[in-house]
């Protein structure tokens, strides 16, 4: 039903692959929860060196975890407090080269060096963000913020959160 292997190609022709792939996987499909579980799994099969990829879904003034990929994870994040809760609280995509040197970082994973968190905004409604982490330092890129808040995008249109 769906692309078992990895795309390839530059970094934009890989996320222009998992654009397509996820359009076929939210065609008909208008459920968030189901929709953020597809996408979440279909990132980290999707691109290299990640080892989390995952939703957090803001409730009671508060991130709580949704859908993921990768070991167990914080499971409630104070809005403003590490990566996911300041991406929450300046709605907007946050890049972290080295989360070492990043003030007040939640270390869910030992393993993670590095992040890139994305507000899910709509209409300047936040719901949540969508987390990655890798293990490698400086992973993450302007190609992958521009990707990921296509996807995003895409995932905010098909499962219509607000």
Aim: negative net charge; contains cysteine; aromatic residues 8%.
């Amino acid at each position: 039903m769906f692309a078992a292997e990895r795309p390839s190609g530059t970094v934009a022709e890989i996320y222009r692959e998992l654009l397509l792939q996820a359009r076929g996987i939210f065609a008909g499909e208008r459920d968030p929860i189901a929709n953020a579980a597809n996408l979440a799994s279909l990132i980290y099969h999707g691109l290299d060196d990640l080892n989390w990829v995952g939703f957090y879904f803001l409730k009671g003034g508060e991130l709580v975890l949704g859908p993921f990929q990768g070991k167990p994870a914080c499971v409630r994040i104070p809005i403003g407090k590490g990566v996911c809760g300041t991406a929450a609280a300046r709605r907007e995509t946050v890049i972290v080269p080295d989360v070492e040197e990043f003030p007040g970082h939640i270390p869910c994973d030992s393993a993670s060096r590095s992040e890139i968190v994305i507000p899910l905004m709509k209409n300047s409604y936040i719901t949540g963000v969508l987390d990655v982490d890798s293990p490698n330092v400086n992973r993450f890129d302007e190609d992958d913020r521009r990707g990921l808040e296509s996807l995003v995008m895409l995932w905010l249109d098909a499962s219509n959160p607000v």
